[in-house]
């Protein structure tokens, strides 16, 4: 049962209720031109690629591509293909929702690999059907990618760890990562978490070559190019002058009379909201308050678990797991400092990690025959939330 659900079922309903979205939310009216986070920016550069070949020159008019391109330059080859059904922004959140599904799928053989079955259908439907991953999974956004080659990423290397000398799983995770690190810059912390785990394997250097050979080839030719052009290869001056005239952070809080400890919880509390879900371009919170609350109670029952890590294999997946997470956190935080703008997407690319020690920890707290219960409570409410995000999104 709890193999078909992470293979079949769960994968299933994230790409359905990510579809609704997508179909339901008008593609043409500026009413809802931003319901999905910087859609209308990512689309413009898709389109600018698809109809030029070459990037945008960077500026707000293109801001999104300060970000790794590699999903642009996929959503531009989906555009080229799709121009003659005119409905490209449609197509493209469709396969946004392809995305969602396939995270699910990949986060649940990950998991498997490293722990029960129940724990990993579990983990699966924690990663996939998140109210706020499958709203921005049904738009046009980078973020799709990211998170996907993130659960990707750590899927594969859990069968490397099972089987090291596997060439596919070496193989899926040099592909993996690469689109990870080409897509957001989040991308950069999976990449070390997956080469201090070859390192401690003792993986030889012709592999640990191909890996970076791999990302190397999926992000250099930006990085030259950015720096030939702009002198920066990732963009962070530019990006950083250009936010922060629009969003000020810790400095312009204090200029009006805040207190550090004040931001901070904002930034915290705004967060956890937007983790959970948030919708209409990060400003509308319409699930009810209490679920906001309620969704502490899991998190905080895992985290009064302690990870059994005897396994070596398990001990190494964690180790990749916490860098990658713990990187996130990191980028997540120093942006708040600069521009108050808590998205909690950044820390999409986690989404495996987090999920598998959620479920494990909180099954790890019920007794032993009521743990399919434990289970199927969690996955019960994520569907019940997301039907109530797609009945009120049809009231608006």
Known sequence: MWRSLWRLWLPLLAFCFSAIWAWRIPTNDPDFANFFPDEGNHMVIARY??????????????????????YHALA???????????ADMLVLRLVGALMGALLTFLVGEGVVRVASPRVAALAAGLAGLL???????AGVSNENLAALAGAGALAALALLLRKPGSRRGLFSLALWTMLAVGSKITGLMLLLGVLVVLVRLRMSRGRLLVVLAVVAAGNLPWM???????????LLRQTEALWSQLIPGLDGWLARGGRTPGYVRNVVFRGWELFVGAFDGLGRLYLPTPVYVGALLLPLVALSRRLRLRRPSRRRLAVA?????GGALLIFMLYNLRHFSPQARFLFVALFPLSWWCAEGWLAAWPPRWRDLGAMLPLLVLIGLNLYAVTFFARL
Request: aromatic residues 14%.
């Open 49 to 70: 690629l698809a109809e030029n070949q070459t990037l945008p020159p960077y500026s707000y008019a293109y801001y999104e591509v300060a970000h790794p391109p590699l």
């Open 76 to 86: 531009a080859l989906v555009l080229i293909a799709a121009k003659s059904i005119h």
């Open 131 to 137: 109210p706020s991953r499958v709203e921005v999974t």
């Open 224 to 234: 030259a190019y950015n720096t030939w052009h702009y002198g920066d290869p990732y």
């Open 321 to 325: 797991g916490g860098i990658v997470t």
